[in-house]
């Protein structure tokens, strides 16, 4: 099997299953593809467009052509040398519905059940309403009126002989110790019978097993012409005693049943982020941890698994002891695999977001992360430090939000103290009962330990930090400082006593200091979901929010950025690059992913707007004036709002398709509607005029006519003028694509090609990063290789972006090791224009790359109508290296650059045939 050098991801569904990707292997392979790299494949919930709501961890979806199907695609894979990595799911299954057996029996059988401990439910409520009670906040109205209304009726499942409660998709099964109240109100002698034997089961010491029998007594019984008609009967909710029968019975269930709008409350079992379909696991358990893995460690010790990447790692109790676990239990693995698939080492890659100047803890035993961090740095690089200013105002005057951080810290109070409300409760609960375990302490009250705690998270700079039994690890300690910093200038110096207290519970003390005994477990129980209530309020409040408030720069908007800030200078990112080949050399390089908000040519395009400012201020204030007559007067305000038309701007901008001309009706209302999903879900996102929770269907609609408008209708000018600003900035944006591109392939770490990404990348957020890929285009185009002149000539069609991502990854396959442990090295630029590249060496043992790309250089494109800065511009630019290059073994891999023996490089050389380059030495 090949080296992990590169990895391509597929996104799985029953429309692009695994026998569809199986005929694309030699595609792949071609292209320089090591690896492919897998969303989630175990059984999800029907129709899964991802794959992470995952119902049957034990078996390989069928939907996606089951175990067979993966067989079929691992031979593929294994003739070419390939091998597979996949994402996995462990932080939480879906739930509700009716297609989770281990949800289902959980229901039935409340904590009687094998499954209740497997899902992270916090079963101890201060709510008398909850004692003992799971809280299902899947009705579609109160439980009241649901109930009177006969909207959750108690039916028969004719086929499992079990009574449940029915409500849209959703199945609540009846405890069968209940079954007895129900059959007792037949008239046939059979099931009067059998109701005596359900009510029996009470005193069994098996009453699962027990039950068994029962109900396929009962199935049979009923299909036998039984009827069950006056049993259901009796618990017609929409008549009174119908009414109080059913409620009596459900009060008797494991569960309670609730508005959905009860759950951001009152919700007492942890979720995924604010979602009520997803469901955490107690992973920590070792029971859990080896039930939802049995199926992966199998497909891993046959050899049909070559790497995992681990989905939102920040959810789980304890990270670092569920990696080092994991890597513990695969390695043991290892040994057993059939001979054609060892491995000496198993890449593990967890997704993972990285605030300001944090970094992967490198005791987790992973090979790193999944590379968002990587996406920000190379952004950082293509932004033009000049133009923070002047679109900081632009911004500010037009939207009249506050700063980054301030939209930030505001998110954060919003989601707290919404949708996120119960999580925040429940944390302030549990520090509480540490207070109550202190004698000094006791006199704190609920309510000081609330404020105290939401201050804290809400100036928290990273996603989560990671208490253990020795308290906070050296290099969380100073995220947690700025927290506290922030939280004392937001609260009054009466609370800051309060939070010195968070101080030393929240890590600040060993929980070994305590004795053992229920202190200690109060202490240990605090830390853990405060730490799992950070993740998701960080999540919720900037991706899922201020992202969509705050638009000063779209392209600085992203998964895993740092969006208040700006720029980078390269020495900031050779930096990285240095210390990830050092902590992290195979962590993943990605620029785009299936959960980005535009894709990565997207905002490599709006990058140049940086370099662009005062055009862009001007331009924004001549569409504001044609857009007057688009606008609606509603009563609270314009719709669009200027904020929502400042960010509807810089997304056609960004996305407006290379091939779409204005008068282009038909394709005007293809991109129409991808534009028309994009704004539904920014406008919901932002919770601003509408939201999930309350949409606001007359300002979306507003501002869904103001959008038909422009692209549709009679704006005739605006439309062309949009166009035309989008055509001045994409032959420069087409540059930054290709940097960006080769960056990812060159620099240390494995580069992930995200599905189809091999060509222009102008998506949206998803649904629109997930449409189908042209594959027999991408075969075609690969297997013509036209000649370079002609694909600048032919640039916007994208064979130019594949040419390259070729060129590169079969060069990287044949210098493996230069590229996988070989050294960095920043080159010296200098001349004219020395700020306008970036150059570094690869070294390796007699071997060295050298990687030439301009940066912030739109200006020196001049008219170009092709991405190929014309050499003439350069002027005398040149890179100073530390070596002579040999004329004889010395080649580029985009053109035909003449070498001397100087140390001096001329980048009007390097560059003269191709917009970046990879010089290849050999000593």
Known sequence: MKPLTATVRLQLHSDFTLDDATPLVPYFAQLGISHVYASPILTARAGSRHGYDVVDPTQVNPELGGEAALERLVAALRQHGMGLILDTVSNHMAVGGADNPWWQSLLAWGRRSPYAEFFDIQWHSSDPLLAGQLLLPFLGNDYGATLQNGEMPLTFDGKSGQFEVAHYDH??????????????????????????????????????AAAEPLHRELARLVQGGVSLEAALAAFDSQTEAGFKRLHLLLERQSYRL???RTAADDINWRRFFDINELGGLRVERSVVFEATHAKLFELIERGLVDGLRIDHIDGLADPRRYCRNLRRRVNSLLAQRPMHAALEHFPIFVEKILGADEHLHRDWLTDGTTGYEFMNQVSLLQHDPAGEAPLTELWQAVSERPEFTEEVRIARRLVLNASLAGDCESVA?????????????????????????????EHYPVYRTYINACGRPAEDEKFFQQAMDGARQSLSEADWPVLAHLERWLGGQRWRALPPGRPRKHLRHACVRFQQLTAPSAAKAVEDTAFYRSARLLSRNDVGFEAERFSAEPAWFSNEAQRRLRDFPDNLLATATHDHKRGEDCRARLAVLSERAPWLASRVEHWRELAAPLRDGLEDGPAPSPGDELLLYQTLLGSWPLDLHPDDQAGLQRYAERVRQ???KALREAKLR????APNDRYEQACSSYLDGLLLGDAQQLRQSLHDAAQQIACPGALNGLVQCLLRMTTPGVPDLYQGNEYWDLSLVDPDNRRPVDYAARRASLNASAPLPTLLQHWRDGRIKQALVAGVLDCRQAHADLFRRGAYLPLTVQGRHADKVLAFARLGEGERAIIVVPRLASALLGSATTPLIPAQNWDDTRLILPFALSPANCSGLFGSTAVSPSRELKVSTVLAEFPVNVLIDRA
Do not use: H, K
């Open 258 to 260: 609730a508005s959905w």
């Open 171 to 208: 199945r609540f099964p009846i405890c069968p110790l209940d079954y007895g109240r129900i059959l007792g109100e037949a008239d046939q002698p059979q099931l009067q019978a059998l109701a005596l034997q359900f009510s029996a089961l009470t005193n069994s010491a098996d009453p699962l």
């Open 678 to 680: 994009w704004q539904q």
């Open 429 to 457: 609960l549990a520090l509480l009962q540490v207070a109550r375990d202190d004698l000094m302490t006791r006199d704190l009250t609920l309510g000081a330990i609330r404020r105290a705690l939401q201050a804290l998270v």
């Open 690 to 693: 509408s939201s999930w929770a």
